[in-house]
Nanobody
Framework: VQLQASGGGLVQPGGSLRLSCVVS????????IGWFRQAPGKEREWLSC????????HYADSMKGRFTVSRDNAKNTVYLQMNSLLPEDTAIYFC????????????????WGQGTQVTVSS
């Protein structure tokens, strides 16, 4: 089982990025995929989750309206579209998989990708 996150980079405040998480070794619809981030000196923060089976989406309150999670089952890929980025969004972003229907709790995730750096700066 592997997850490969990509799409990070340097973006100006107010800009957008789309992160991708390509999964292999399991069927996307049987696992919920979560997005987390971790900034230097801070705890890992849950951002969003797209549920197994029905693909319903869930967001941390602070992300609603700016971030959108989606998935393409045919490509085994989950996306995180991030708009109106702020300097405080700077962090390493991770995708992870859990065999639960949904979770916003990092210890419940079984598999993790390696992370992709997002830097928001002018």
């Amino acid at each position: 089982v592997q997850l490969q996150a990509s799409g990070g980079g340097l973006v100006q405040p107010g800009g957008s990025l789309r992160l991708s998480c390509v999964v292999s070794g399991f069927t996307l619809g049987y696992y919920a995929i979560g997005w987390f981030r971790q900034a230097p000196g801070k705890e890992r923060e849950w951002l969003s989750c797209i549920s197994s089976r029905d693909g319903s989406t869930h967001y941390a309150d602070s992300m609603k309206g700016r971030f959108t999670v989606s998935r393409d089952n045919a490509k085994n890929t989950v996306y995180l579209q991030m708009n109106s980025l702020l300097p405080e969004d700077t962090a390493i972003y991770f995708c992870a998989a859990t065999n639960l229907y949904y979770s916003d709790y990092a210890p419940e995730y079984d598999y993790w990708g390696q992370g992709t750096q997002v830097t928001v700066s002018s």
